[in-house]
């Protein structure tokens, strides 16, 4: 957020220029008429006034300047303040329309400075002149005050006191009236612009939330695509193979590994096809339904691993599934990615470990679900090795959404290991 004192003020539009110019001609003109009424009445008439030519140049060097006031505040606001002094001196019988040029460039230079600590400082050294030269010329005049002042009045002070009083009275008014309505128009387009910055502050991070969302619901749809679509097709591959090898030496065996086959395209289209469904629901079932519900829609639980292993068991490699410790409940979300895990590993093992043996294991510990997968093959392929692949990198994000840990890595006796944790609500391990 831009400080206060930093902030500049857009400069003036082409329509504001144009009404500055129709305010300086007008003010102008009104100080050519008031001059000549001034001096048809008689003000000042007693002193050493200049000649009507001069009157006419010093109420329109006041008054022009106003016309480029709010280019050039800085310049005007100074120029109308030493112009006006000036004419005081020289005694210009026009009065009311310098002023009003005076507390009009003051104002303007509270508003639209571009410097706002300076504008500050100018405007008070031109009030605080103006005070200066109004006890200046006091000083210099007041023999002469007095001997114009009227004897019989009817207040406690004197008149000439009293005559001194209401001069700075209606000064202060007249000056702080320009300066305190200018430093108010200020702070209330500064406080403008701080809820224009914050308003689109505000829509930059709806922006970025929703971005946000939109690669987190791509990247948990490519992770169901891969986990669900990639493990079925390389059962289904390595069932194939073995129903081609098979095929003439024994037909049961064959058959069997094709009905295998033919299952798992099956669950492969079921679940694309719920996946799917869930994608294209409508915006109101959108809104009725939270993040979880949708991905546990298309979600199997760690109560199928046994399914996983058996599927594996057929696809000719030696399973050996085995569950630990006591049952607990375990929130959806959790069973779901502990199976996602499994099925992600076991993928791997088929598709690149080129293993004989599998060891699966579902341990319920302390607080923690443990789900553990072992194989006997080459190691890690491709997808493991550079630990940046679609297989490992979703079980990452899968353990990292609900703060467990995740180890993969070689075996002392050879294979591959994936091992992971997930924290349990507490609530629910106690009941």
């Known amino acids: 957020m831009t400080p206060a004192d930093q902030w500049k003020p857009p400069p003036p539009t082409a329509r504001q220029q144009r009404i500055d110019v129709v305010i300086g001609l007008a003010v102008a003109a009104a100080a050519v008429l008031n001059g000549y009424v001034s ?90 002149a103006m005070f200066a030269y109004l ?29 001194l009083i209401s001069s700075m009275l209606v000064n202060a008014a007249f000056f702080g009236f320009g300066y305190l309505f200018g430093e108010a128009v200020w702070q ?17 991070a709806q922006r970025e939330a ?12 490519a992770r169901e695509l891969h986990d669900v679509v990639a493990h079925h097709v390389s059962v289904m591959g ?7 090898r098979v095929l003439r030496k024994d037909a049961d065996l064959a058959s069997t590994a094709l009905t295998s086959v033919e299952e798992g395209a099956r669950t492969a289209v079921g679940e694309l096809r719920k996946m799917l469904g869930a994608l294209r629901a409508s915006q109101e079932e959108e809104k009725r339904a939270s993040r979880e519900e949708r991905e546990t829609a298309t979600a199997a639980g760690v109560e199928r691993v046994a399914d996983l292993a058996e599927s594996v068991r ?44 599998l060891d699966i294991r579902v341990r319920y510990l302390a607080g923690e679900l443990e789900v553990d997968v072992a194989d006997d093959g080459r190691g890690p392929g491709p997808d493991a090795a550079g630990g940046a692949g679609m297989g490992l990198t979703g079980m990452r994000e899968r353990v990292a959404v609900h703060d467990g840990t995740l180890e993969t890595g070689r075996r002392t006796g050879g294979g591959f290991r994936v091992r992971a944790r997930l924290p349990l609500d507490q609530a629910a391990v106690t009941a």
């Open 314 to 357: 057929a696809a000719g490699l030696h399973v050996s599934y085995g569950v630990y410790g006591d049952e607990a409940p375990v929130p959806a979300s959790v069973s779901q990615a502990a199976y996602r895990i499994v099925q992600e590993a076991v993928t791997n093992t088929l598709k690149h470990a080129h293993a004989s043996t």
């Open 188 to 204: 209330s387009r500064y406080r403008q612009h701080v809820v224009e910055q914050q308003s689109a502050a505000l829509v930059e």
């Open 135 to 163: 006890a200046i010329s006091w000083i210099i005049s007041w023999r002469d005050v007095a001997d114009h002042t009227p004897e019989h009045g009817s207040g406690e002070l004197s008149p000439l006191i009293a005559n």
């Open 39 to 128: 001096r048809s009445v008689g003000i000042m008439g007693s002193l050493d006034v200049p000649s009507v030519p001069e009157q006419i140049a010093w109420g329109l060097a006041i008054s022009l300047p106003l016309c480029v006031r709010r280019r050039y505040p800085d310049v005007v606001a100074i120029a109308v303040a030493t112009l006006f002094i000036g004419a005081q001196l020289r005694y210009v019988q026009e009065q009311s329309a310098a002023s009003v040029a005076l507390v009009t460039a003051i104002y303007t230079l509270g508003v639209w400075g571009r410097d706002h600590r300076r504008s500050r400082i100018i405007r008070i050294v031109i009030v605080v």
């Open 210 to 221: 929703g971005e946000r969302a939109l690669l987190d619901e791509r990247l948990r749809i």
């Open 238 to 244: 390595i069932q194939a193979s073995a129903a081609r």
